[in-house]
């Protein structure tokens, strides 16, 4: 997907541990959101940042942490994965002219 | 708060017949729509969108319609072909476009 990269595509953790999914961007976009898909549920906003350091909650959020340090970077992070974080999440970026969102091509994380 | 969903939640299409896929919304303070295609293992794609002031949008073999009276839009697929596909799902902003809700999705099987 043109310009955004997710890293690790794939990836199998333990129940406890942290895990860190990283976003990055090559357009300079300001909005940068991360979502998770599961079945039998629409895309849902974990968080998202308006700009360096601006983040906020979206509507699933406990149990997730975001950072943003550099325009190009978003960072997820999972302080103790549960089983019910095991998903497929999504970074998706915005520009500021219009309002569709560009998505990355996904990380799939299982926790087991 | 928004709620959105899909009329049906398979679609089995023969090659080179049109595809209607359909979803419902909620808020009829709603004012801009967006269709997206994910294939499978990879990210959502934007297709095409359409704000509360039309009815009706076209791009190259899709076409969507949006009907504000019953919260109905539709995605036409003309002339089906196996590159189509994939997962479809509506994306419903609202809010100013600050609110964004995501269906559930259709999954459009093409029978060569």
């Known amino acids: 997907d043109a310009g955004i990269t997710q890293s690790p595509r794939h990836k199998v953790t333990e129940t406890g541990t942290p895990v860190t999914l990283r976003c990055h961007q090559t357009?300079?976009?300001?909005?940068m959101y991360w979502y998770r898909q599961d079945p039998g549920h629409g895309l849902r906003l974990i968080h998202y940042?308006?700009?360096?350091?601006?983040?906020d909650k979206g509507e699933v959020s406990d149990g997730y942490s975001v950072s943003r340090s550099k325009t190009e970077d978003f960072l997820l992070t999972l302080e103790s994965a549960t089983s019910s974080q095991t998903s497929v999440y999504f970074c998706?970026?915005?520009?500021?002219?219009?309002?569709?969102?560009?998505f990355g091509s996904g990380t799939r994380l299982t926790v087991v | 708060g928004e709620s959105v969903g899909l009329h049906l939640p398979t679609l089995s299409v023969q090659e080179g017949d049109n595809s209607i896929i359909n979803c419902a919304y909620s808020?009829?303070?709603?004012?801009?729509f967006i269709w997206y295609k994910q294939e499978s293992g990879k990210g959502p794609q934007f297709i095409i969108d359409?704000?509360?002031?039309?009815d009706k949008r076209q791009g190259q073999r899709v076409t969507v319609l949006l009907n504000k009276t019953v919260k109905h839009l539709s995605l036409q697929i003309a002339a089906t072909q196996p590159g189509d596909s994939a997962v479809y799902f509506c994306?419903?902003?609202?809010?100013?476009?600050?609110?964004?809700?995501f269906g559930t999705g259709t999954k459009l099987q093409v029978i060569p």
């Open positions: 359409i704000r509360s002031n039309m």
């Open positions: 808020n009829s303070a709603s004012d801009y």
């Open positions: 940042s308006y700009g360096v350091k601006d983040t």
């Open positions: 994306a419903v902003l609202s809010g100013g476009y600050q609110k964004v809700t």
């Open positions: 357009e300079n976009h300001r909005y």
């Open positions: 998706a970026i915005r520009t500021d002219r219009d309002f569709g969102y560009t």
